[in-house]
């Protein structure tokens, strides 16, 4: 992920009108055999350290993106931002509650420093149109959302273990907490806070070849359906919101997708269609499904033309747009074209907590 955007600061001059530029002025991991790379490819960047500790100690440093595994996201979003250090942090935000309560009250010591989530699947042209539309009140009723994050790779039981399916970096849980945040990010944003869950929680492949030529157990959930009820804040009223993470959903390679069913309007969005918008409006008479080409209309305009096509590159390019912008004019640009706020990790946490109460209880848990 660390490349993901550093390969982006490199074509900035892609973003059209912006007044923020981001420079790579260094890099920490544990694992120098990936500094080569960075050396290779920016110039600019004058530090090279397997010690986050360096990092926080250079004043020429503002901001720093932080995607590590699960089980350091405490310690060290903690430690960047009582460095004063803005903050990109990764999700799940913490590898379970009590990790992110303690990152949230870090945070309320700290007000200064900007903090967010990373997220960057609505900032699709097709999500970001399902978000105008939410932010304009269109659905009329809602008849019931369904929001999810889909991968198939570890449908391959060769497939070796790593830090992901190990419960002690990744969390208990599992594929919630790698990929729930996503699934998420769109509901919550809208206020639709989820007030129960019944979790249905599954374990596919239970042991992974080691990579040392044995056999290590899988202890991590590889799939999540959490049914839930959620409160619409307009209306007061409930709906159903069926939230999926997947690993292991044969033939989905990272299927991202929103559905949200109104009586007025409907739509639906799915990367396996990057630009395919799939759209109902009804006022009585025939029930007509459109489809819409969205193209490049991005939040961000870009030098691309409107008519041509988006990638997963290009919606990360996008979100980190969103995180400068609000850091530099204190606001996002539009409501949903921003990134994850803490308080909304805060949200994923107390789902996913109570996901797994309704898994060990088999019953529906309140939040
Ligand atoms: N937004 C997204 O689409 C997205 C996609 C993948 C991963 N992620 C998130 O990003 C984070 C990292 O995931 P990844 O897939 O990049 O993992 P990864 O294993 O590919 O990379 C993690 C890096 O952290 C380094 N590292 C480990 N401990 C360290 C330490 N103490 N100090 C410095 N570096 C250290 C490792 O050497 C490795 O290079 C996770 O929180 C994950 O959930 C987000």
Known sequence: MGREFASLTARWCHLLDVDFQPRIAAICDTNESLFGWYKNHFPSIEQFTTNYRDLLANPRIEAI?????????????????????HLMGEKPFGIDKPANDAILSCLKEHPNVFVRCSSE?????????????????????????????LHSSDLDPNKPINWKRMVEFNGEYGCMGDLGMHACHI????????????????????ERPDGKGGQAACKTWDNATLCCEARDPDRGEL?????????????????????????????????????????????????IWQQIDMGNDTAFKTITGGIFEIAFSDVIFQMWAAFLYEYVHGKPLKRFAACVTPQETAWTHELFTAALASQRETKTVEI
Request: aromatic share 14%.
């Open 65 to 85: 993106y932080c995607a590590i595994p699960h089980h350091l996201h405490q310690q060290v979003y903690c430690d960047i931002v009582r460095a004063g250090k």
């Open 187 to 206: 509901p919550f944003k809208a206020g639709w806070k989820p007030v129960n869950v019944r979790a249905l929680l599954a374990k596919i492949i239970t």
């Open 121 to 149: 699947f609505p900032f699709y042209p097709a999500a970001q149109k399902i978000c105008d539309m939410i932010e304009n009140k269109a659905f009329g009723k809602i008849i019931e959302v369904n929001s999810g994050y």
């Open 239 to 287: 709906f159903p919101m069926i939230l999926k993470t997947h690993r292991i959903d044969p033939g989905q390679k990272n299927t991202w997708y929103i559905e949200i069913k109104g009586t007025k309007v409907s739509m639906r969005f799915s990367t396996k269609l990057p630009k395919t918008l799939f759209w109902m409006d009804y006022q009585g008479g025939e029930q």
